[in-house]
């Protein structure tokens, strides 16, 4: 169940921070002992090295405002992930140590839960169908490996799996400097700022509020340049860090519900589905293979080998969640706004987003990454 960084990703941190002191820029209530980001990227490296946060439960405030054109996700479907990408959504969270974790995405009238019960299988619950979804877990890792309950969760959920994911791209093309006198969710933090050097990327900077106490990432916020608000932030509005009570990991599911059964590993999970259903990254995924790269850090653009047509597809019957999971819905919703281009390389359809910059070609190719147009033209001019 590993939350923190990977002891690789903190030394490249690390050496971008250079070998002089970064003292506290920012001073304030509640005061936290003088730590430099050397001193508190170490203290991460050393919880991220245990592969377990502490026991905890919470409730966890997502908010996305990349500036996309409306998704078309029904009323009455808010409590799908896929509603994630835009607006402000709550995720309450427990984690019992052993495997044993709970996730709830509530809805206006309904509820989605992801509940792990540490004994080789969890359920997905989805409240607003009837439905529960048992799914039988690989067999525990040894001792010192991530465990398999959370590798199914969006990255988008907890602030520990966002910051992981960011500070992954930090490196020596990243500023690094710390403020103390924070406070998120009742408790002192210390907050590192991460900002990419590089003017090919959309990101500002980065934020990730690290707990004063256990260092455990509690709040991570996202600017795009230009802007003073956050267009990504997710973070804990309520943490208690003491074992939840047993029944929180345990289900039943209630009469009358559909029961399935899905196993992680087989065929199917293979393929690129996961318990929360087959978004439009999981489909282009599934079809298309592993991604080249290019670049490197915050201005890293993945390229797939996908047709316009086929990612605009819808599949037959749909997602998990019906429409809202309909990925080639969601395609031809933000491709209204796409701009046609052309060069050397060839033409398509490129999408701008605050935070993240989509190409479609037309011979067949879809580049994605934090980055601007002419960076993903130029990488296109590569393949």
Excluded: C
């Excluded at 002992?33 to 490296?45: D, G, H, I």
């Excluded at 809805?107 to 799914?135: F, P, V």
């Excluded at 992680?264 to 282009?284: F, V």
Aim: hydrophobic content about 40%.
């Amino acid at each position: 169940m590993r939350w923190g960084v990977p002891v690789a990703a903190v030394a490249v941190v690390g050496a971008a921070v250079g070998a002089g002191p970064v003292v506290a820029a920012v001073q304030g209530e509640p005061s936290l002992p003088e730590r430099t980001a050397q001193q508190l990227l170490a203290e991460v490296a050393k919880t991220a090295q245990r592969h377990s946060p502490p026991a905890m439960s919470g409730t966890v405030v997502e908010t996305a405002s990349l500036g996309l054109p409306a998704l078309p996700i029904p009323s009455g479907a808010s409590s799908s992930p896929l509603s994630l990408l835009s607006g402000s959504h709550t995720v309450k969270v427990w984690y019992g140590g052993d495997d044993r974790l709970r996730i709830a995405l509530p809805g206006q009238m309904s509820e989605t839960d992801l509940i792990s019960d540490g004994e080789g299988q969890a359920w997905l619950w989805d409240s607003e169908k009837n439905t529960a979804t048992r799914i039988k877990l690989p067999a525990k890792p040894e001792a010192g490996t991530p465990g398999t309950a959370r590798s199914a969760l969006p990255s988008a959920l907890t602030p520990d799996a966002a910051a992981a994911e960011l500070l992954k791209a930090a490196g020596e093309d990243t500023a690094v400097t710390v403020e103390n006198g924070q406070t998120v969710a009742g408790r002192a933090a210390y907050q590192l700022v991460l900002a990419p050097k590089d003017a090919k990327s959309l990101v500002e900077r980065v934020k990730v509020a690290l707990d004063g106490e256990n260092y455990m990432p509690l709040r991570v916020q996202v600017y795009a340049k230009g802007t003073a608000e956050p267009a990504f932030e997710v973070g804990f509005t309520q943490v208690s860090f003491s074992t939840p009570a047993p029944e929180n990991f345990a289900f039943t599911p209630p009469a009358g519900a559909k029961v399935e059964t899905q196993e992680l590993g087989s065929a199917a999970s293979e393929a690129g589905a996961t318990p929360w259903g087959e978004g439009a990254g999981d489909h282009a995924a599934k079809h298309a293979g592993a991604p080249r790269t290019f670049g490197s850090g915050w201005t890293t653009v993945a390229e797939l080998p996908f047709s316009l047509a086929e990612l605009t597809a819808s599949p037959a019957g749909g997602g998990r969640h019906g429409e809202a999971a309909d990925p080639g819905r969601l395609v031809n919703s933000v491709l209204k706004s796409a701009k046609q281009i052309s060069g050397p390389w060839g033409s398509g359809k490129v999408l701008r987003t605050k935070l993240v910059s989509a190409l479609f070609t037309d011979d067949g190719r879809l580049l994605v990454g934090a980055v601007t147009p002419e960076a993903l033209a130029e990488a296109a001019g590569r393949g």
